[in-house]
């Protein structure tokens, strides 16, 4: 249903778990857990999120400075990125959770598809990864051991958690990192 969150309940964005979703007013059975930058609804549906309609109807303001609301940031996209990617991810594509407001990452050109919050023995299987991150932190000044010593402490479900992604075209893995 979502070409860059292939599996969201799997990620932990979205649960199985009967409910009246909130803005179709429908029974569903796989509810989103993710953020919503926006209105809040207690009980919705992956149909809404992929139509749309989710975004819409969560926004905040009305008319003309209405603003749809997002389920994840898109901060420092690639200028070859067209806009109705960004849009399409940040608009109908599930987020996921983290410790601050996560952003999105892309790679070829697109969008890259989120496979889900990693641990170091999660990251370890995808070298290209691990060497994105320490290229990261290498550009804010981290020495070598230090930046050793963060990656091997990643925890997927405590702090630091790093976040892993797949490029869609050349199979590149990338992720990015946070911690409370
Ligand atoms: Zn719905
Ligand atoms: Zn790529």
Known sequence: MFRYHPDPIATGSAERAEHVCHVCGQHREVRYTGPIYGRRAENLCLSCISSGEAARALGIGAGG????????????????????????????????????????????ADGAAFLGPAGYHDLASHPDAISMIRADLRRSGWSDGDADELIRGFDRTGEPTAYLFGCLHCGAHLASWDSG
């Open 65 to 108: 400075l209405a603003q749809p609301a997002q389920f994840s940031d898109a901060v420092g996209v690639p200028a070859d990125v067209p806009l109705d990617v960004v849009t399409e991810i940040t608009q109908r594509t599930p987020g996921f959770v983290g410790w601050q407001q996560e952003s999105w990452l892309f790679h070829c």
